[in-house]
């Protein structure tokens, strides 16, 4: 056996599990990975100019590419910074491995700088956090972070890395890779017992959420939806595409707030989960957001997730591909002609009030303010999904301004969308250059609100860099408008006093396209709404990033 350094182990056995970019900011503690970096040429480095950055970037790599992320950042400081970005990830579930080099073991005690507690800070957000002490450990540990990592419920690892762990050499083996196979499905008398539940209900509603997307699996839950006829509804906020919104039988996604969504599901008899959050809301309604005693059935790989709120009648952990393709087959052999009968009666009337026509009516509206300076939001949302191919990925944190997004961009597929997944902004930015840089053959539009593009603007500068083609468009209301709303909705004397303290970017305002250009992003201001179309094509059509500053309406009181 051959000697080996910590250094070029960490990348070997990187690159062993699938990666092939290593997301980073590097400082002294890191030195030695920037070494092995210049060795070898299988593992990309993709800087970003702050560890949120990073740590986003990795996220939005992971979450396109449905692979192992890496990324690594600098101590205790670095590590701070990249947390919001890993609350992200952990709520996505993306399998992302994220480490921080550490100062050397023995040096550590005397409390150097940058020292402390790595995996203390880090435990809460990752399915395992962990310092190796020894190198002969490395292998092991590594081998293990990305088989934690990718088993389902996916989510982020956390490795601290101690200098002399890296600057070390020694015989080693550096194993092999495990995967967990999980295309499990429930026995036979469940499934019985499933199907006989689903068919045994008059009006079906399915919800649909994350575990689609990760699993792709769109065609086996229609399958199910189509035999019973039930009305499909992607989860409320949904941050991922979960359902083909042309299918008849899509509804859209469920509202917000929890009165809204009690009244959505009010004529449902049974409510069945497919690897959906139920209910995970933005704010604290007067109301449950499920009607009462609305019996639950629900499918999905996140254990934690089922039952976790409501009692739930049937609380099935599987994973939903394998389950509703078995599922769909039993309830075709079990339904009575009767049944079979009414499923029909409901997919016909389901789809008078489905997505699609949902849709048309959307458009006649928004066009009416299809004139409106500043861009009216819910035009400028079909006027995007207009110009968005059919191929195109949508990377959304638009906030109040792309709102109406979903209702006008057709999902065909489980890579469509990516949007908020925690409620953390500065994701988008970043985001987006993760998600290019995994779907390269894909045209790609930003949308984010001006304020959340502030978090992590600096990512512009890793698009420039890399020469990604992504079109940035900003929706700019010069503020925080969601809060406005939110203050005035809490109706006190921020409204009564119209001083709505600390949501307004003013004296001076932001010169958004001077940031972007000084990034090496070029980018145009747009305040007429018939210069948005072929801005749109325009950005489309450069070889590399483009940025448009939308001016769009920013009012709060509606
Ligand atoms: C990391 C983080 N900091 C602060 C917030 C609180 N917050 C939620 S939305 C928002 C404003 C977003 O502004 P912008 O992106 O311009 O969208 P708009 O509301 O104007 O549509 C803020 C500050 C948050 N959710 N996450
Ligand atoms: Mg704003």
Redesign the pocket.
């Known amino acids: 056996m051959k000697a080996i350094s910590g250094r070029s182990a960490f990348l070997d056995i990187l690159r062993d599990e699938g990666v092939s970019i290593l997301f980073g900011n590097p400082g002294t503690t890191e030195l030695p990975i920037m070494d092995a970096l210049a060795a070898q040429h299988d593992v990309r480095y993709v800087l970003g100019l702050q560890e949120n950055v990073v740590m986003s970037m990795a996220d939005g790599y992971a979450r396109a590419s449905g692979r192992l992320a890496a990324c690594n950042v600098h101590v205790a400081p670095g590590l701070g910074n990249a947390l919001?970005a890993l609350y992200n990830a952990k709520y996505y579930g993306s399998p992302v491995i994220i480490t921080a080099g550490q100062q050397e073991q023995g040096f550590m005690l005397t409390e150097p700088l940058l020292y402390d507690s790595l995996v203390d800070m880090a435990a809460p957000l990752v399915k395992w956090a962990v310092e190796i002490h020894r190198l002969e450990d490395l292998p092991r540990i590594l081998r293990r972070a990305a088989k934690v990592a990718l088993t389902p419920p996916t989510g982020p690892v956390f490795l601290s890395l101690p200098g002399d762990v890296l600057n070390q050499s020694a015989e080693m083996s550096l194993g092999t890779s495990t995967t967990v196979l999980t295309e499990t499905r429930p026995s036979d008398a469940l499934l019985e017992r499933m199907a006989e539940r689903l068919l045994a209900a008059a009006q079906p509603a399915l919800v649909v959420g994350p575990e689609v997307c990760h699993e792709g699996a769109f065609a086996q839950v229609a399958a199910v939806a189509e035999v019973i006829g039930a009305a499909v509804f992607q989860q409320p906020l949904p941050y991922t595409a979960q359902f083909s919104s042309t299918h008849p039988l899509y509804m859209g996604a469920l509202p917000r707030t929890a009165q809204e969504l009690r009244n959505a599901l009010e004529f449902a008899d049974l409510l069945i989960a497919a690897g959906a959050d139920v209910f995970r809301m933005s704010v604290p309604g007067a109301v449950e957001p499920l009607p009462d005693g609305l019996p639950i059935v629900h499918v999905g790989s996140r254990d934690w997730e089922l039952g976790k709120v409501y009692p739930t009648e049937l609380a099935v952990h599987a994973q939903v591909k394998t389950t509703m393709a078995a599922l769909a087959d039993r309830l075709r052999a079990r339904q009575t002609p009767q049944q079979a009968q009414a499923a029909e009666a409901r997919r016909k009337a389901l789809a008078a009030r489905n997505w699609s026509s949902k849709r048309e009516q959307a458009m006649q509206t928004a066009l009416g303010a299809a004139d409106n300076a500043p861009i009216d939001p819910a035009w400028l949302m079909m006027t995007l999904a207009e110009n968005t191919p059919a191929d195109g990925v949508v990377v959304d944190?638009?906030?109040?301004?792309s709102r109406p997004l979903l209702d006008f961009l057709p999902m065909e597929d489980p890579r469509r969308y990516f949007g908020l997944a925690s409620?953390?902004?500065?994701w988008g930015l970043p985001g987006a250059v993760g998600v290019k840089l995994a779907l390269p053959e894909r045209p790609m539009v930003c949308i984010?609100?001006?304020?959340?593009?502030m978090?992590n603007v600096q990512a512009l500068w890793t698009a420039a860099h890399h020469k990604l083609p992504i079109t940035f468009v900003i929706?700019n209301?010069f503020?925080?408008?969601?809060?406005?709303?939110r203050l005035y909705a809490y109706g006190g004397d921020a409204v009564a006093q119209e001083n709505m303290i600390g949501m307004d970017f003013t004296n001076p305002e932001i010169n958004i396209t001077g940031l972007s250009n000084a990034l090496g992003v070029p980018a145009t201001t747009i305040t007429r709404p018939q210069d948005v179309a072929p801005a749109l094509q325009a950005a489309q059509a450069a070889d590399g990033p483009r940025l448009l500053d939308i001016h769009v309406y920013?009012g709060y009181r509606s």
């Open positions: 919001g944190e638009g906030l109040t301004t409620g953390g902004i500065g984010s609100g001006d304020g959340s593009a978090y929706a209301n503020g925080y408008r969601i809060l406005k709303q920013g």
